[in-house]
């Protein structure tokens, strides 16, 4: 089945550490992106990827880092300095960058002990 | 810069009522696309419609149902005969076709929607 995969589902991190989230994609599409979502919020851009070995930082970048070594592959790090990374993180993919649907995986829960 | 607002965030309602969830849009570009999202309890958003604006056709799917507006720049969905299933968090968005903003979707707040037996 065609879709995207983010991993893992839960993932507890303590201050200081580095954390990378995976998201895997088979639909074939060239454009990527990264989202988190806090309670009670809608979604905020953090990098997207428009091809392969390219990708731009959205409205809250600060702390984190990604790359796209790969098509199907846009795998994200949370950093140390990330103030508040606690969150919940969404992958999507579109066709292409702009006009196309965004899809998303179902999600990384992060905690912060 | 662009804006979409979700003014309910909060609606309950019982087991066949319609329920209309409001979204309302900020752009300075003449080609956009909206976009509804559905984001059930397990949390994965699930995509419902896309709509470009030049096409103000009102859409019908089963029992949704969508009104574009651009002279009040809104772009609301109603849900006709609502069921226990359809209880999750709806979301609105907006992008634009190119420049800066391209591939961003600007989200709205979200619409808690609850549907009790």
């Known amino acids: 089945d065609g879709g995207i995969t983010q991993s893992p589902k839960y993932l507890f991190r303590k201050e200081g550490q580095n954390v990378t989230l995976s998201c895997e994609q088979n639909l074939n599409h060239d454009a990527m992106y990264w989202y988190r979502q806090d309670p009670g919020q809608g979604l905020r851009l953090i990098y997207y990827?428009?091809?392969?070995?390219?990708?731009q930082k959205g409205d809250i970048a600060e702390g984190y880092s990604v790359s796209r070594e790969k098509k199907e592959s846009f795998p994200l790090t949370v950093t140390s300095a990330q103030k508040n990374p606690t969150a919940f993180y969404l992958c999507?993919?579109?066709?292409?960058?702009?006009?196309?649907?965004?899809?998303f995986g179902p999600g990384t829960r992060l905690t912060v002990l | 810069a662009q804006k979409v607002t979700q003014a309910q965030t909060e609606i309950s309602v019982v087991e066949k009522e319609d329920v209309t969830l409001d979204c309302v849009y900020e752009t300075r570009d003449t080609t956009y696309y909206l976009f509804w999202y559905k984001q059930p309890p397990s949390g994965e958003l699930v995509f419902l419609i896309r709509r470009n604006s030049f096409d103000e056709q009102n859409e019908i799917s089963g029992r949704y149902s969508w009104n574009f507006q651009k002279s009040t720049s809104s772009f609301n969905f109603t849900i006709t005969a609502s069921q226990v299933v359809d209880s999750a968090v709806y979301f609105c968005?907006?992008?634009?076709?190119?420049?800066?903003?391209?591939?961003?979707?600007?989200f709205g707040q979200g619409t808690i929607l609850t549907v009790h037996p």
């Open positions: 968005a907006l992008t634009n076709a190119g420049g800066t903003s391209y591939g961003k979707l600007t």
């Open positions: 990827s428009q091809i392969v070995n390219d990708f």
């Open positions: 999507a993919s579109s066709i292409t960058a702009g006009r196309d649907t965004q899809y």
